[in-house]
């Protein structure tokens, strides 16, 4: 479904991505695990052309990717959720929603998914007509994660969703994580420093440093790795 | 104390704080998505209002009731500053959005300069007269000396602007769109939001509220030049500062505390010192309120 072939990206002079190769098959979650500054997050924005590769290719459904506009990358079906959940502070609950659907015309299945996502977080729905910026951080998360979903995406990318919250927190997210990829079919690349959490989900993993993939393959294996166990899973 | 001397300050201070406002909506939203401060907005309001001029100086021969004339001399004004504000923004404002802000800045001021230097090569520097197409309203009689038409005309249309805008910003799409993307940029990106668009209604809705402001500004003084773009425009951005550069309300509000603070210090002080007040105002506001009077700390502007 995507294929990242040898993809390096920079900020001004400093490379952040060298030859980074990542595939992630149709249905599947993958995860990205590595430790802060590994380029993860680059990872991501690459991918959503936010920061675009100077070299390599991205193709999406066979399609080349490489170098369109953020807003066109959307409309395939990529969407992502950034580190820091970067919900907009002055739009309500609601509206963050709808900002998520702004690609959408079919205005009944937008207010079915609106009811869809406030089933999974009923707390949502309280809080519609609240600023965004007056949510927990966990809320924040919620809220992230449904307006993306609003998007009806194909590919959802997820940068370190657990980041800063409680364990019960991040345990509802884990399990409704899952639950979007089983019902809705929508393949998951999540990115965590958490690796115990996305290892356990995930049906397979590659692990990045300074910039390169340094191991890829199944999340099970990876969890019985001797250097993972030891580097990310703290064993 | 004299009551209607104070109600003409009042309307009068009201009228100018109009049209502040409809040319420091442009400062306040363009502040608010692209963290630029355009100089050359005060010159898009002095083109409307020379647009204006000069399709009624042509429809003028033909007899055309003058109503019908200010109407269409109005809508070309917006056509024209919205298309010289996006153009002005696609050309010297895009390709500096990743570099400094500094050079943006320059950018506009270069631009506000080339701009006056082209009306004035080809308007002449002289003040032009600007045709009275508003009627006298009989309903005002009675109260002519505190509100005349053209003001009356100012109130009226500088309401019916912030309430469309209002809803525009509140309720619609591209309305919602216009406020995230001043709140986070690359989140909207992140969203399917295409920001080159954005910018653009932006300018087109900056330009336009202007234009409105140039046409009404010269029914009301009957005289313009290539320079009145650049005294109004300043007294807009003191205006939009005031109230916290980026808000909409704000502007408003700064807009109109400027034209009573000039319209009560002239009428009960001094007119020598007209154009003082309002940079005494400004600093007496930021000393006590430095992100103005509903400015926000954080990112979220419009
Ligand atoms: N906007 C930026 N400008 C310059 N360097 C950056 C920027 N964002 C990230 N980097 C650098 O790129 C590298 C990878 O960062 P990032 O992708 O955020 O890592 P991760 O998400 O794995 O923590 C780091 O060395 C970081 O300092
Ligand atoms: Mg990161």
Do not use: C
């Amino acid at each position: 479904m995507l294929r990242i072939e040898n993809i390096k990206t920079f900020y001004g002079n400093i490379q952040a991505l060298q030859d980074v190769s990542i595939e992630v098959k149709k249905g599947e979650i993958i995860t990205l695990i590595g430790a802060n500054g590994a380029g993860k997050s680059t990872t991501l924005m690459s991918i959503s052309g936010i920061e675009p590769p100077r070299s390599g290719k991205i193709f999406f459904e066979d399609q080349d990717i490489t170098g369109m506009d953020p807003d066109k990358i959307v409309s395939l079906g990529i969407v992502q959720v950034p580190e820091g959940r970067r919900i907009f502070p002055f739009l309500t609950v609601r509206e963050n929603l709808d900002m998520g659907a702004f690609l959408r015309t079919d205005k009944e299945e937008i207010k079915k998914d609106i009811e869809y996502v406030y089933s999974l977080f009923p707390l949502l729905a309280e809080r519609k007509n609240q600023p965004g910026g007056t949510l927990s951080g966990g809320e924040q998360q919620m809220l992230a994660i449904s307006r993306a979903l609003m998007a009806k995406p194909k590919l959802l990318l997820l940068d370190e969703p657990s980041l800063g919250l409680a364990p019960i927190i991040v345990q509802q997210i884990m399990d409704i994580i899952k639950k979007v990829n089983t019902e809705n079919k929508t393949t998951i690349f999540l990115v965590e420093q958490n690796a115990n959490l996305a290892l356990k989900i995930a049906d397979r993993g590659y692990v990045m440093e300074t910039g390169r993939i340094t191991m890829k393959d199944t999340a099970k294996a990876l969890q019985q790795n001797e250097e993972v166990k030891k580097a990310y899973l703290g064993i | 104390m004299d009551h209607s001397y104070f109600f003409e300050l009042f309307l009068g201070g009201m009228t100018r704080g109009s049209i502040y406002a409809l040319i420091a909506l442009g400062y306040t939203m363009v502040y608010g998505i692209i963290k630029l401060i355009n100089f050359a907005h005060g010159e898009i309001y002095m083109i409307g209002a020379f647009t204006a001029l000069i399709v009624s100086s042509v429809l003028g021969f033909t007899g055309m009731n003058p109503i019908l004339i200010l109407a269409i001399a109005s809508v070309l004004a917006i056509f024209f500053s919205s298309a010289y504000g996006t153009t002005m923004e696609k050309i010297a404002y895009k390709p500096l959005r990743e570099a400094p802000r500094l050079s943006a800045l320059i950018s506009a001021i270069g631009m506000s300069m080339f701009l006056q230097n082209y009306v004035l090569l080809a308007q002449t520097p002289d003040f032009l007269p600007f045709p009275d197409m508003i009627p006298d309203f009989k309903f005002l009689q009675p109260i002519n000396k505190i509100l005349n038409s053209t003001q009356f005309v100012i109130l009226v249309t500088t309401a019916i602007v912030m309430i469309l805008l209002t809803i525009l910003i509140k309720f619609t799409k591209i309305g919602k769109a216009m406020r995230a993307t001043s709140q986070d940029a690359k989140m909207a990106q992140l969203l399917g939001i295409n920001i080159n668009k954005v910018i653009t209604v932006t300018f087109i809705i900056g330009s336009a509220t202007a234009a409105i402001g140039g046409v009404l500004i010269s029914s009301h003084t009957g005289q313009l030049n290539y320079y009145i773009g650049f005294i109004a425009g300043i007294k807009a951005f003191v205006a939009a500062v005031l109230g916290g550069i980026g808000s909409i309300p704000g502007a408003v509000l700064g807009s109109f505390v400027l034209g009573w603070t000039e319209s009560f210090g002239t009428g009960y002080i001094s007119s020598d010192y007209e154009d003082v007040f309002a940079f005494i105002f400004l600093i007496i506001i930021l000393i006590f309120r430095p992100s103005g009077i509903l400015g926000r700390k954080q990112n979220d502007k419009v």
